[in-house]
């Protein structure tokens, strides 16, 4: 069984700062993948970023970086330089071994709501 | 940019009654999920469909549910007989393959059981 843990329900972060959302994560596979979404008021879920766990590199998107320590089974998300449409529930997510034929199912973390100030 | 598509966007049914939500996932797409989350809850896992049947399902995918792709563009999420705790968001994802890692996803359809 997959876990996923995110530990802080709310943070604040001051416009044009970083912050850093943080997410720990359980699995017994030895191939995952870990995944971020965030989720704004109207609802929707929007991809932001991706990591393998084979990968060795630290995934990056735009302003998104997604810190990986594998030994501590971390994937903490770090989004710079904030902008007030930022502020959104973001969930971690994991996703079981891609060996097993698809990506079966999605696991999500219970969230982090990000609110920005100005 | 090519997008999934849910309807309805918000569907009021009495109790007992049966519920059609429908998608249509990006049109190169091989896998489809459905994945719900009660107000202030977590996303839940409920399904997974590849090549016409389904590959996964949660604990929540009772008999009550079931998916169907009728043609060669929708993907539908049937519950036969609603429950108060079926009122929840609904989101259906689709993926082109399993190895990129990302799930797109429609802006959902919420269902509210009176």
């Known amino acids: 069984a997959q876990k996923i843990t995110q530990t802080q329900p709310g943070m604040f972060v001051q416009e044009k700062e970083a912050v850093t959302l943080d997410c720990t994560y359980d699995?017994?596979?030895?191939?995952?993948?870990l995944f971020w979404y965030k989720q704004p008021s109207s609802g929707e879920m929007i991809f932001l970023i991706y990591?393998?766990?084979?990968?060795?590199q630290n995934a990056t998107e735009g302003r998104y970086s997604l810190n990986f320590q594998k030994a501590r089974k971390s994937a903490n998300l770090v989004i710079s330089a904030s902008q007030l449409g930022d502020s959104a529930m973001y969930f971690c997510a994991m996703s079981p071994d891609m060996n097993s034929g698809g990506y079966q199912k999605v696991t999500f973390g219970t969230g982090t709501k990000l609110q920005v100030i100005p | 940019e090519p997008e999934v598509t849910q309807t309805p966007s918000h569907q009021v049914t009495q109790m007992g009654q049966e519920v059609i939500l429908r998608c249509v996932p990006i049109?190169?797409?091989?896998?489809f999920y459905w994945y719900r989350q009660i107000l202030g809850q977590k996303v839940e896992f409920l399904v997974s469909?590849?090549?016409?049947?389904?590959?996964?399902k949660s604990e929540i995918f009772d008999d009550q549910f079931s998916v169907e792709r009728p043609d060669g563009s929708n993907f539908t999420l049937k519950i036969r007989s609603t429950k108060l705790e079926d009122s929840a968001m609904y989101f259906c994802?689709?993926?082109?393959?399993?190895?990129?890692?990302?799930?797109?996803f429609g802006e959902g359809s919420r269902l509210t059981v009176l």
């Open positions: 994802a689709s993926s082109e393959n399993r190895d990129t890692g990302e799930l797109f």
């Open positions: 990591q393998g766990s084979y990968d060795e």
């Open positions: 469909f590849y090549n016409n049947e389904i590959s996964e």
């Open positions: 049109s190169n797409h091989l896998y």
């Open positions: 699995t017994s596979d030895q191939s995952y993948g």
